[in-house]
């Protein structure tokens, strides 16, 4: 059992530090990339990114609409004395079908800028550096099972402590990094969600009450040592 346990904490601290290798180069590389793009010229580029969607009108009240309405309303949209918005974007035409009417909508997402694409990339890298500082923690972890005599000793738990404490900040960052990378594409802005990562978060609370299981192992273990 002890032999398992160090093989599979050996394989898991080389996986993890592989891991954390590959980080370290995608954090470099994307950090490298933010200060390039931010420091460009802002006038290098500008673009105009536009989204377009198509929406499906059917049923028994379409199917009542007087002939040639809907050719008359898509040619009013065209002439521009007729305006329709879906989510904030205008229609653009209306188009009748077997099924009923389609409605195609378009309106610009964002504006791109050098400037903006950069500090999208470097909270993308602040993300990666929440997982360097994770997996670093569960490296610790795994050449504590490496090198124990026991799961249940004192080492185990202070290391997993320490894993279940890096878990916190990707935990609470993770959610609100994404959404400020995303504002910073979209709009430019500095929209922050303050959110939790559910399954990080029931992962923590998993970390803990294992915790408080493996110190009662530990203490059972003294225990056993104390009366050999």
Known sequence: MKRRINVLGKICRIISMILIVCLIIG???????SVVLMV?????????VTGSAKVEVYGSLIEKLPDGIVK???????????????????????TETENGI??????????????????????VSFIIGLLIYLFIMLRKLMREFEICDSPFSNGVVKAMTGFAISLIP?????????KLAG???TSGNFDIDFSL????????????LLIFIFKYGASLQKESDETL
């Open 183 to 185: 504002s910073f594409i």
């Open 27 to 33: 954090v470099s590389a994307t950090l490298t990339a």
């Open 72 to 94: 008359n309303i898509a040619q009013s949209i065209q002439e521009g004395s007729t305006k329709i918005r879906i989510n904030s974007n205008d229609v653009s035409g209306i």
């Open 197 to 208: 990562d559910l399954s990080m978060a029931f992962a923590a609370l998993v970390i803990i």
């Open 102 to 123: 389609v409605l195609d909508a378009s309106g610009d997402i964002s504006h791109l800028t050098f400037r903006r694409i950069g500090l999208s990339l470097l909270m």
């Open 170 to 178: 990707y935990t609470v960052l993770k959610p609100a990094l994404t």
């Open 40 to 48: 460009m010229p802002q006038d290098g580029l500008q673009a105009d």
